[in-house]
């Protein structure tokens, strides 16, 4: 229990320390924003837990696939924010994302790549 406590409390204070980036430069918060911060995190989580290298690699391999579909909510956001508010435009946010990962992974799937 105490493992996991360290784990949450690690990976909770990286997205703190992101938002408190953000908070005093767009630019710099959102390129910290960008890096692979949580991915990289869980790598390590899984190596120290001795997970096979299997996994480890799946993980990679999965992540990279899951993020290539993104760009659509990130270009949309700005736009949806300075129309219909913030709760609007998350929730929009996600539902353009779970539209395009669904999209993407019924186009990859045709060269053998099962995301869904």
């Known amino acids: 229990m105490k493992w996991l406590i360290t784990k949450d409390l690690i990976t909770a204070a990286v997205v703190v320390r992101v938002s408190e980036v953000a908070k005093r430069s767009d630019r710099f918060g959102s390129f910290v924003a960008a890096l692979p911060m949580i991915t990289l995190l869980t790598l390590v989580w899984l190596h120290i ?35 219909v508010g913030f709760w609007w435009t998350l929730g929009s946010c996600a539902l353009i994302t779970a539209v395009s990962v669904g999209a993407f992974a019924m186009f990859v799937k045709r060269f053998g790549i099962e995301l869904l």
């Not at 999965?62 to 909510?73: A, C, H, N």
């Open 49 to 83: 837990e001795k997970q096979p290298e299997a996994r480890l690699a799946n993980h990679a391999w999965y992540t990279f696939w899951y993020v290539v579909p993104t760009p659509p909510m990130l270009l949309a956001f700005p736009w949806l924010l300075q129309r």
